[in-house]
Nanobody
């Protein structure tokens, strides 16, 4: 059974930083593209970015504006999202998501990821 468990969310002031973590289990993590998806209140899911299976390449949504970095540790089955210069519009539930198997193409849509975690709340407010 695929399990994705996010942590690291919380309340942060505008301009601040957070690092989200995702612990993966139940599938060969190192063989899959992974990504992050977020959902703000009253809005649909929004793709944030993805990382290919051996971590050398990443792809981000324009909304990140160079402020977010995705990384992974395949030895630990962990995925990370470092978020800097946070804005109020970054407030959302952030989900770790499992993408395609051994693919070179990182999906740039939320529906390109077939399993999501339970999410972690990020609130950016003064």
């Amino acid at each position: 059974e695929v399990q994705l468990v996010e942590s690291g969310g919380g309340l942060v002031q505008p301009g601040g930083s957070l690092r989200l973590s995702c612990a993966a289990s139940g599938f060969p993590f190192a063989d899959y593209i992974m990504g992050w998806v977020r959902q703000a209140p009253g809005k649909g899911p929004e793709w944030v970015g993805g990382i290919e299976w051996h971590g050398e390449h990443t792809f981000y949504a324009e909304l990140t504006e160079g402020r977010f970095v995705i990384s992974r540790d395949n030895a630990k089955n962990m995925l990370y999202l470092q978020m800097d210069k946070l804005k109020s519009e970054d407030t959302a539930v952030y989900y770790c998501a499992k993408g395609p198997f051994l693919s070179a193409d990182i999906p740039a849509r939320a529906d390109g990821y077939d399993s999501w975690g339970q999410g972690t709340q990020v609130t950016v407010s003064s």
